[in-house]
């Protein structure tokens, strides 16, 4: 058996290198499995949340008390998310799961009841301000958002909110733990408070004109309420509908009015829209926000600190340049 496995390997090496790799892990693991005979590992206590960001908060605080999975995956759209079959079976076997709420997750409910999830579910924004809609949008939404902003994880105001009532679902989870839980948290908020502080110091003497940016979709309202940033954006508080022309032409007069420099892309979706009107504009494209997920672990933000941090260092930026235009 052993040769033909070895000859199947060599067989098949030059075309699928990579997932040869893992197959070899695999086996390992299970000879190491079968060795280890029937002693049973106690499995820890598993937290599913709706997207990358939540996922990094509970990680924050659980640290290795809990595992955490999230549904929408780093990079991905959480206003056009389509679950699969695997997302039911993750949350059926979910011990706590943790949402944004605010209308963000429309895709929940459904994918609750297809799962038989009846555990504890946990509403991040629970005891956050919400904003309202910057504004209504003359062409015809195909769903209907509700009136809030769901996007208050950009404000650093409401991240202990969010951090609190994170930290009261995994205590009811894991009771022995409480204590371990708020001292993370603790710490957590402090470097949340620093960032906080640090910005405002940037970012409060700059003229107000040019707190003027230009982005994709309606996710930085919260921000630009807590530093007195106006964000413009082609498209509304979820990604799902496409501007009308007019809105678009009326959006270009604006920029061009207010000559801003500031115009960024996300990372959730595609930019073609801004960069038309980057072009149409004389301007271009300045960098890149985070706005509704994280990045890929190893990278600049895959977590809410570094992209929070990210995201404020380009806006200073961008504010600068802004502030030497006008
Ligand atoms: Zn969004």
Redesign the pocket.
């Known amino acids: 058996m052993k040769r033909f496995l070895v000859f199947l390997l060599f067989l098949a090496t030059p075309i699928l290198a990579k997932p040869l790799v893992v197959q070899n892990v695999n086996i390992l693991e299970d000879s190491v499995k079968e060795i280890a005979g029937d002693e049973v590992e106690v499995a820890k206590p598993l937290v599913v949340t709706s997207f990358s960001i939540l996922g990094d908060m509970v990680k924050e605080i659980a640290g290795d008390k809990v595992e955490v999975k999230s549904l929408v995956e780093p990079n991905q759209d959480?206003?056009v998310f389509e679950p699969r079959p695997q997302h039911a079976k993750d949350l059926a076997r979910a011990d706590l799961v943790v949402v944004n709420g605010l209308g963000f997750e429309g895709w929940l409910d459904r994918l609750i009841s297809a799962s038989g999830f009846q555990g504890d579910l946990l509403v991040a924004t629970t005891g956050v301000t919400p904003l309202m809609h910057a504004h209504h949008h003359t062409h015809h939404a195909h769903h209907d958002h509700g009136v809030f902003d769901?996007?208050a994880w950009h404000s650093l105001k409401n991240a202990p909110i969010y951090i609190d009532n994170i930290v009261e679902g995994l205590s009811r989870l894991v009771p022995e733990e409480a204590s371990f839980f708020k001292a993370r948290a603790a710490a957590y908020k402090k470097e949340v408070e620093v960032l906080e502080a640090q910005t405002h110091e940037e970012l409060d003497h700059l003229p107000v004109e040019s707190k003027k940016v230009l982005t994709n979709?309606?996710?930085f309202g919260y921000l630009g309420h807590d530093f007195q940033i106006v964000f413009y954006s082609p498209l509304g508080?979820?990604?799902e509908s496409e501007p009308s022309a007019k809105a678009v032409a009326t959006l270009i007069d604006r920029i061009k009015k207010d000559k801003i420099q500031a115009v960024f892309v996300e990372n959730?979706s595609n930019s073609r829209l801004v960069e038309r009107i980057a072009e149409e504009t004389g301007t271009q494209v300045g960098g890149i926000l985070y706005?509704?997920a994280l990045d890929v672990p190893g990278t600049q933000a895959d977590t809410y600190l570094k992209m929070m941090r990210f995201n404020l260092n380009s806006l200073v930026k961008a504010m600068r340049k802004n502030a030497e235009v006008k």
Request: proline letters at 15%; charged letters at 15%.
């Open positions: 959480p206003h769901p996007h979709h309606e996710a508080i979820s990604t959730i706005s509704d």
